[in-house]
Every structure is written in C-alpha cells, then in structure tokens.
C-alpha cells in the first residue's frame, strides 16, 4: 500500500469526539491553498448519520500575515460535485490525477480564486472532503446531515489543530457545497455550540433535485448530465437505511433502475463525475432508458423513496446567521430557476437573506458560468462576510 493512501487509514477505535484530530501532515502540491503560510492535510473524527463514529480527510490552511488578538476567523468550505471515489477528493488532487482527468483537475482548482482570496484577506480556510471521499466508506452525496458534520466538524478540527483560530466561523460552498453550506447553517447550533456562526454563503447552491430527475427520465437522448443519477441513488439508499424501521422501504436500486441502468451504477462506487459523464457510462444511456416503468408517473415502492429521499435534500432549512446566496444568469450546470425558487422558500422561513444575480461572469473556459460565478462573486462575497463576521 502507499505511503500517501496509509494517511487516510483510520484506526478502528473512533470513539472520539467529532472534531479531534487524528493525524496531520503539511501539504504541498496542487491541492494545497498557494496564498497560504502552511496547508495541513488532516483526518478528522466524525459521525455517520446512523451515528457510526467515522473518519474525514480534508486540508486546513492558515494566512500569510500574523494572527489578530482574537484569533483568525475561520471560513469552513463546501466543495462543488466531485464524483464518488476516494481519489475525488480535493485533497488527493495532484500532478497524475491532472493528467489523467484535466477537467477534474480544472474543476478542483477553480475555487482556489476565492479560497486564496480569503487567506490574503486575513481568514484561516477549512475544506472538508466530506464523508466518504478520500476516505473509506460510501460517499452519501447530497445527503444534508453527513456534509453538515463534514463541514462543521472540520472546523473544530482546524481550531484543535492551530489554537490561533478563532470561534469565529462562516460557513460557505458552491454548487453541491452551496447546498451542504445550508444543512451546515441549519445544524450548527446543535453540533458545533462552541463555535459562533456568523455568516452562511451558497453559491448556485444545488437544489429541488427531484425536478432534474424527472425531468431526465422523460429525456429521449443521452446528456453527460445524467452522471448524477448514480450519485444522487447512492446517496438516497444511504439515507433510506439511515434509521429505517421495520415498516420503511430501504431502497433496492435493482428496482428503482433498469438492468442496463444498474449494471453501470455497480461500477459507478469509484469514478469521479467526469468519467461518470463519458458515453461510455452514463453519458451513453437514454434518460428514458434509466428507471424501471415510468418514475415520473407512477413510480413503485423503491422509486417512490428514492423521489422522497431527493426531496429531503432540498436546502429550504433555518439558520442562525445571515445567509447569503449567490449564482450566475447564464449557469447551464445548476439552474438558476431552483435558486429562484429556493431564495423565497427560505425567507419565508425567517432568514435573513441577500441574494446576488450575476447577468455576467468571468471566463472559465470549458467549465463555463457555473465556475465563472466564482471569481466574479469574490470581491463582494469577501466584503459582504467582513461586514458580517470581521467587523461584527
């Protein structure tokens, strides 16, 4: 085995507290923050959502300049949509992986623009993997309660790891990180109550999945954005077994797709998004082609759980703390429809909400809008958590 895949090894005793650190080394290379003084690559305690105590991989880094009397304020990220295996993960990102999987890479670099920018600005940054990437396990992606404790269990472990930290803690993320930045929001003050919440940021925050799958199982033709489909059912079996009682239906994937449909999800556990998204996967197989009978008419007992398991993945959740949404005009990949309806779903539950269109954004080449929105929201993102959290 590899040195480097040995460091994400846990030990089989993880009765610790969420948040301690287990190990830690400096990290250099592409997945390190360029802006910083030092990157550590951590592993981390946490806790599955059926409460099994697991292990998290992610990277902490602090700013260039001297820590202020009060500590550094912390911003925890929420990573956009990596895929499902461990070599996913941000951290594990490296010269090899970039050859391999050049938009992967490219995708895993764009928002080093804000998370740079950040540090240059005086915050110690926090960058969970999440459960289940870069680590053993199953990633339950989308799944709100597991990228919660990610997020927030990884800044209790930057603050173990470097005591110059603050309590001072914003919480932000993009795309599928825009929508775990939410659940993070909602379950902050329960999970992390050592910790002041001070400001929540999504930006293209993912949400309302079910309209996308059923929309993408009425599709003749074939889309790489069906690679979700994979994701999004390994995510909802997760969470249909996570405290299921007798009476529950724990989805069965042989009946929620078609028997060409699932023998691509059986060798789907280990690839990234963009391998998923190729024709020779989930690229190549006919929206129409994907689900048992008619998912979006009359769906059976397994389809029924998957729908109702994306529908609890939507992030219209309370929050202690301001919260600030974001997204661009044009995005193609997260559409900006859900976010115009999720912003009044949640104000309507009492937050306080600022919400930024961006009719423009910078150039990302092939990544286009979606990943534009991060260095163009930057500058009014960094002044909006200032006034929020610096200068609270």
């Known amino acids: 085995m590899l040195e480097e895949d040995v460091f994400f090894l846990s030990s089989a005793l993880l009765g610790g507290v969420p948040g301690e650190v287990i190990r830690s080394r400096p990290l250099t290379g592409p997945a390190a923050l360029s802006s910083a003084s030092r990157n550590d690559l951590v592993l981390y305690r946490s806790t599955a959502v059926d409460g099994t105590p697991i292990a998290v991989s992610g990277i902490v880094a602090l700013p260039s300049t001297p820590a202020p009397q009060d500590g550094y304020p912390l911003v925890s990220w929420a990573h956009g949509t990596l895929g499902l295996g461990d070599k996913c993960a941000p951290s594990r990102d490296s010269p090899e992986l970039a050859e391999r999987l050049p938009e992967h890479h490219r995708i895993n670099q764009a ?3 804000l998370l740079n920018a950040l540090l240059e600005a005086g915050w110690a940054v926090a960058m969970t993997d999440y459960e289940g990437l870069g680590t053993r396990g199953v990633h339950p992606y989308l799944l709100g309660e597991s990228e919660a404790y990610g997020v927030l269990d ?19 993320g993009h795309s599928q990180g825009g929508q775990a930045a939410l659940f993070a929001g909602h379950h902050a003050p329960t999970r992390t109550p050592g910790l002041d919440l001070c400001a929540v940021a999504a930006l293209a925050p993912a949400s309302h ?20 489909t994979p994701m999004l059912l390994t995510g909802a079996i997760i969470g249909s077994t996570a405290g299921a009682t007798a009476d529950d239906t724990a989805i069965d994937a042989r009946q929620v797709l078609t028997d060409r449909a699932y023998e691509l999800f059986e060798s789907s556990g280990d690839r990234c998004r963009v391998e998923l998204s190729t ?18 008419g009359d769906p059976n007992p397994h389809q029924r759980e998957f729908l109702r398991q994306l529908d609890l993945t939507n992030p219209a959740l309370t929050a202690p703390a301001p919260v600030r949404i974001s997204h661009a005009q044009k995005d193609t990949r997260v559409a900006i429809a859900h976010t115009n309806r999720l912003v009044p779903e949640l104000a309507a539950l009492g937050n306080d909400i600022t919400y930024r269109i961006h009719p423009t954004t910078a150039d990302a080449g092939t990544l286009g809008p979606h990943f534009g929105l991060l260095t163009t929201d930057t500058p009014e993102l960094l002044q909006w958590l200032h006034r929020h959290v610096t200068a609270a």
């Open 279 to 296: 024709t020779e996967l989930w690229g190549g197989i006919p929206g129409t082609e994907q689900f048992r009978g008619d998912l979006a």
């Open 111 to 113: 928002p080093h623009v």
């Open 209 to 228: 999945i079910k309209d996308d799958v059923l929309a993408g199982s009425r599709y003749s033709g074939t889309t790489p954005g069906l690679a979700f």
């Open 154 to 172: 990884i800044a209790v472990a930057a603050r173990n790891l470097h005591p110059q930290i603050s309590t001072r803690l914003a919480v932000v």
